[in-house]
Nanobody, 123 residues
Framework: QVQLVESGGGLVQAGGSLRLSCAAS????????MGWFRQAPGKEREFVAY????????DYADSVKGRFTISRDPNKNTVTLQMNSLKPEDTAIYYC????????????????WGQGTQVTVSS
């Protein structure tokens, strides 16, 4: 079992920045490929970014490329999502998740999820 807890969400104006963190506990002796997803009201949960167990490679949704950066600190069992130049359309609940197998952009490929953290971007 792996427990994931997200933090760092909040309210920010368009153009601002937020830094989300995902802390892992439980069976964390092995590093895992991790992903960030988001879900806006009335929409399906969508892929945002992922980072491999060794920190390379990484990948991003087209909508966030150049603005978001995913990274990890293996010593602290944390994965971070730095979000810059935020837009109102980035408003959503953001979730981190542990990858199991399959397509890293598919939420069905992930087996453990955090409870989510709310990000709200005002115009």
């Amino acid at each position: 079992q792996v427990q994931l807890v997200e933090s760092g969400g909040g309210l920010v104006q368009a153009g601002g920045s937020l830094r989300l963190s995902c802390a892992a506990s439980g069976r964390t002796g092995t590093l895992y490929t991790m992903g960030w997803f988001r879900q806006a009201p009335g929409k399906e949960r969508e892929f945002v970014a992922y980072i491999s167990a060794t920190s390379r490679p990484t990948d991003y949704a087209d909508s966030v490329k150049g603005r978001f950066t995913i990274s990890r600190d293996p010593n602290k069992n944390t994965v971070t999502l730095q979000m810059n130049s935020l837009k109102p359309e980035d408003t959503a609940i953001y979730y981190c998740a542990k990858f199991r197998s399959g397509d890293t952009t598919d939420r069905a490929a992930y087996e453990y999820w955090g409870q989510g953290t709310q990000v709200t971007v005002s115009s």
